[in-house]
Nanobody, 124 residues
Framework: QVQLVESGGGLVQAGESLTLSCAAS????????RAWFRQAPGKEREFVAY????????YYADSVKGRFTISSDNAKNTVYLQMNSLKPEDTAVYYC?????????????????WGQGTQVTVSS
């Protein structure tokens, strides 16, 4: 079993920064992809970023490129999302996910383990 727990969400003003953490437990070594998604009310779940557990390759959605940074601490089995220059449109529930390396890494269906989500609210 793999368990993912997000933390670090909160309420911030536009332009501020926030860092999210996703701590994993269980047998995660078979899941090479670690990703962040977000979902705003009434909208579908949106890809934010992913990182490969081995190699540290990263990929970002255009909407967050240059502002967000995904990173990992393999020893702590934790993935982070550093969010800078936050905008009101970044407001959403943020989810971390783990999945196998595939050709559809930006799609939720590629991931079989999910955290419960953490709320990020950005006020203008």
């Amino acid at each position: 079993q793999v368990q993912l727990v997000e933390s670090g969400g909160g309420l911030v003003q536009a332009g501020e920064s926030l860092t999210l953490s996703c701590a994993a437990s269980g047998r995660t070594f078979s899941r090479n992809l670690r990703a962040w998604f977000r979902q705003a009310p009434g909208k579908e779940r949106e890809f934010v970023a992913y990182i490969t557990w081995s190699g540290g390759n990263t990929y970002y959605a255009d909407s967050v490129k240059g502002r967000f940074t995904i990173s990992s601490d393999n020893a702590k089995n934790t993935v982070y999302l550093q969010m800078n220059s936050l905008k009101p449109e970044d407001t959403a529930v943020y989810y971390c996910a783990a999945g196998g390396t595939g050709v559809a890494a930006v799609l939720p269906a590629n991931y079989d383990y999910w955290g419960q989500g953490t709320q990020v609210t950005v006020s203008s």
